[in-house]
């Protein structure tokens, strides 16, 4: 059992600017009774559901629970992009601004509802003209555009999951994703802007598509207008299959378990899994939680930084947004590119009034320096909030006082990938926060602390986060592994959801979150396994073995440290260093680049050959060593050491 006792006693509380709480669309006596109603679960996501969704027939059971599968809404037929788009272009929505875009030089498109409705269904029937049929999977690799909203949207309305891969992943990491969920089709884009310049994104996929050969076709936008190599007979341009294209096309009518996506994220062996949602459930939670937890209004201009290939993405850029009816922002670059006040020059052009962004973003904004967002007028901001990490509490502070000006809530929200939308979070107008705590769960959310043999553990002592209940956004499995499921989240109690995050609570019951307890690393609010980095490294002709790490990074929440056994003969040094950082960026992608790369000549393992993480850790956190990092370092006196204490 981890130590993760409380580390810190946070004494300061904020309560509900009164003008906030009175206009909040969840007021303090209504949270109370949803939360009385949410000790049955299925009595407050069905009354959400009911409220918040546009069905085309009816759930005969709101909830059929054979731990640990779950079908919520059993019986239901909906559309997701139906509940985006076609039920808002019925009244006067048709002409508000759905999406806001912002590319990295500075060029920007406002589309409509009716708009983004059209373009969904042109799409949509280019999909289907290519052969895509109801429960064909489509690979997205595509940077912030427009066209990445239109084509998953489009994907959602016929009935095809798609698997997005964010950008960053490499043409490996891309093939084993299109080969893992066996997709037909791929959607990408010529290339991208970032920090100033264009980079290539279609030729990643050439290489990924050279070893998939189940990929029929690949749809290519054109963003950047460099050259691109065009497959015959495989490759078509989006804007001339768009011109083409019918915009109408009636939504498929899906059962609520119909799979909506698949999404990759890390676990602890060196394979991703993918994580499988499915429809009228992830519909309702991401709904119904975007419109409590962000105090969703019309005239919101919403901004959430995340990218679209991560689940935030998905949730809380899109699916959650649109539902609603709301307008939500994209952008198409990075925050520091021209200037340090990208970020805050956006929000004051737009007017943004909610902002979402990463506790490791913020701690980069205070780095920076105040003077930046102090050059911007940001007072359109109402509300803040936080994802993907614990936030320090002077991280949370510094987003009150600087980017809140003091007036702004701020809503830290606690979920994953698995859990598809928001579990732990304030209600705005409702819950007191205090800073660096996600506070309480959701309405209708049992979570609970447990100790390893699943009792109770009482505050202020620390154990792991459980979910107790299921609710409707939850994984229906892993893509193709159904052992994996049941083994990584199931077998840990008896009905009980392992999310695999060490936890406290306080006297007032409220959650603090201490971080991943597995040997997966929260890089920037990024999940990486440790495995999956390891067998980068050790594929590296020079290296024997490997053994990765994560240590407190100021900035990035955990660095990760790799400890390398070279073959012999080879010499550790600063050659070997770049060469595997390029074997990591080639397989996996650039965000899983060690930050520091040690060599030693035997890593510490215990008498049964185990691999002493705990004592790499220690050391790694102790600092880098000084001097020539050709020297091999010897840690096996400091195993023996750490062997005979814990014996
Ligand atoms: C892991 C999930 C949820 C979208 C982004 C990441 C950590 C997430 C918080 C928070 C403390 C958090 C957990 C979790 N995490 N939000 N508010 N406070 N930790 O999704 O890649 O699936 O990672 O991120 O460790 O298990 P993900």
Known sequence: MPDIESLLEEKRVFKPPRDFARAANWKRKQVAELRRLGQKPERLWAKLAREQIAWFSPWKKVLDWKPPFAKWFVGAKTNVSYNCLDRHIQGWRRNKAAILWEGEPGDTRTITYAELHREVCRFANVLKGLGVKRGDRVAIYMPML????????????????????????????????IQDA???????????????????????????????????????????GQPVEMKPGRDLWWHEEMKQASAKCPPAKLDSEHPLFILYTSGT?????????????????????ARAVFDLRDEDIYWCTADIGWITGHSYVIYGLLSNGATTLMFEGAPTTPGPDRFWDIIERWGVTIFYTAPTAIRTFIRLGDEHPKKHDLSSLRLLGTVGEPINPEAWMWYHRVIGGGRCPIVDTWWQTETGGIMIAPLPGATDTKPGSATLPFPGVHAAILDEQGEPVSPPHGGFLAITAPWPGMLRGIWGDRKRFVETYWSKWRNTYFPGDGAHRDRRGYFWIMGRIDDVMNVSGHRIGTMEVESAIVAHADVAEAAVVGRPDEITGTAIVAFVTPRSHVAGGEALQRGIRAQVAKQIGAIAKPAEIRFTEALPKTRSGK????????????????????????????AKLRESEED
């Open 269 to 289: 062996t060196g394979r991703p899994k993918g994580i499988l949602h499915s429809t009228g459930g992830y519909l309702t939670h991401v709904t119904a939680t």
């Open 146 to 177: 427009p066209e990445l909203a239109i084509a998953m949207l489009a994907c959602t309305r016929i009935g095809a999951p798609h698997s997005i891969v964010f950008g960053g992943f490499s043409a490996e990491a891309l093939r084993d994703r």
């Open 182 to 224: 066996g997709a037909r089709v791929v959607v990408t884009s010529d290339g991208g802007h970032r920090r100033g310049a264009p980079f290539p994104i279609k030729q990643t996929v050439d290489q990924a598509c050279a070893e998939a050969p189940g990929v029929e076709k690949v749809v290519v936008v054109r963003r950047t």
């Open 611 to 638: 691999i002493m993480r705990r004592l790499l850790r220690d050391i790694a956190a102790g600092g880098a060593p000084a001097g020539d990092t050709s020297t091999l370092e010897d840690f096996s006196v400091l």
